[in-house]
């Protein structure tokens, strides 16, 4: 395990170093987002409504027992920035694109796609894995924003429509609580995501070997690494957050 992550270290800081050597490759770097940040927003749109919605009944339920109903926009809106929306969008990236990644990857390894670019003196974690890196970790915080603003909006329609909290202590509450503070830690934590998702997901795809057994092997270790490293950075990118940067 330990050489595994020396190796994956090397790897990254590999592409780090590719990363800013001439040629540049903006072509690769714009199709790689529209493929993570364009092409995922119906997922991310669907999943941050429902669970905005699901999240203002819950609460609403509990809240009501302290007759506290109008703080539910305001628990709703801080979960969402703070943690939710980051973590949720980056498995769902993990799941759709990052998946993808490592499978397209792998398949261009086993085919010896990879080894050509070699041959023709590209470099392949230039070419192929430096765009990908970028794309993850600027479109991931963007399509979090989105997630913020779509599962407030289901919230909104729980709480107004079925829970009958009126707009104004909805919006009154949320405004006064939730602070820039709590967006930009969530976004932080966004951009940390989308660079670990994409690292692993690459390396994963990277150094497949095993024809097309090893593919599907290398893509199931991608998805089950990068949510795992999900989970277990937000904790501690949490507390360095509520140490440092939130009030």
Known sequence: MCAGLGDWCRFVWDSLQWSVRKPFRADQVLKQMEFVGVKSIWIIALTSFFTGAVFALQTGKVYALFNMESMVGATVAMSLAREIAPVFTAIMITARACSSMAAELGTMRVTEQIDALETMAVS????????????????????????NYIGVVGSYIVSIYLLGIDAGPFFGRMYYYVDADDIYGGLIKAAIFGFLIAAISCYM???TRGGAKGVGRATTRAV????????VTDYFLTTWIIEYISK
């Open 224 to 231: 089950v690494f990068s949510a795992v490293t999900v989970l």
């Open 205 to 207: 795809g990277f150094n």
């Open 124 to 147: 392949p974690l230039q070419y192929l894995v430096v765009p990908r890196i970028i794309a993850c970790s600027v479109m991931v915080p963007m399509l979090t924003m989105v997630y």
